[in-house]
């Protein structure tokens, strides 16, 4: 069964830093293309960042860029969002979600783990 | 790239039929046949119902169904049912980079 579990979440000031992990199993995880995709409270989903599978290539939302780092350790079937700077806007659930390649929808989801930007 | 448009809500009684239309650009919609929807309960995660326009993943209710034409893709659901009762969102993939995806603003469908 393909399991998605973020983790990491959690009250930051402003202007502080968080690690989100999401840690997969079910799949063989080094063959599928990864993303973060948040929804603030009582808002629609916003697609964050994404990597391919050997994490050679990576995109961001214009409005994390240079603020946020997307990674992936193969080896430990896990993807990383390391978040920098963050601000209130970044408040929201952030969910790791899958495709495979050649593939241009997410198939799975995880249950999201909530992020609060606040002072 | 600004969010698909999606209308706020829609309803209909058990039995029905209803359909949210999902509109973009030659940039997104239009451009690509990589429109994709998903399904949303409160306080759950999103689950993928079509994709690729007008297919669905295993395990999905043959009562839904997509379609596309131009800028405007669109998500029936037949034969609507109480569980039916949620938020729907499209997605598309973009021809941009940043974003290399794109979401619908998000349909709240009640059934009555």
């Known amino acids: 069964e393909v399991q998605l579990v973020e983790s990491g979440g959690g009250l930051v000031q402003p202007g502080g830093s968080l690690r989100l992990s999401c840690a997969a199993s079910?799949?063989?995880?080094?063959?599928?293309?990864m993303n973060w995709v948040r929804q603030a409270p009582g808002k629609g989903l916003e697609w964050v960042s994404y990597?391919?599978?050997?994490?050679?290539?990576?995109y961001y939302a214009d409005s994390v860029k240079g603020r946020f780092t997307i990674s992936r350790d193969n080896a430990k079937n896990s993807l990383y969002l390391q978040m920098n700077s963050l601000r209130a806007e970044d408040t929201a659930v952030y969910y790791c979600?899958?495709?495979?390649?050649?593939?241009?929808?997410?198939?799975?989801w995880g249950q999201g783990t909530l992020v609060t930007v606040s002072s | 790239q600004s969010a698909l448009t999606q209308p706020a809500s829609v309803s209909g009684s058990p039995g029905q039929s209803i359909t949210i239309s999902c509109t973009g650009t030659?940039?997104?919609?239009?451009?690509?046949?990589?429109v994709s929807w998903y399904q949303q309960h409160p306080g759950k995660a999103p689950k993928l119902m079509i994709y690729?326009?007008?297919n669905r993943p295993s395990g999905v209710s043959n009562r839904f169904s997509g379609s596309k034409s131009g800028n405007t893709a669109s998500l029936t659901i037949s034969g609507l049912q109480a569980e039916d009762e949620a938020d729907y969102y499209c997605?598309?993939?973009?021809?941009?980079?940043?974003?290399?995806?794109?979401f619908g603003t998000g349909t709240k469908v009640t059934v009555l």
């Open positions: 979600a899958r495709h495979e390649h050649f593939a241009y929808y997410f198939d799975y």
């Open positions: 079910g799949f063989t995880f080094s063959s599928y293309e």
């Open positions: 990597i391919s599978s050997s994490g050679s290539t990576i």
């Open positions: 030659s940039s997104d919609v239009g451009g690509y046949n990589y």
């Open positions: 690729d326009v007008s």
């Open positions: 997605s598309s993939y973009t021809s941009s980079s940043t974003p290399l995806y794109v």
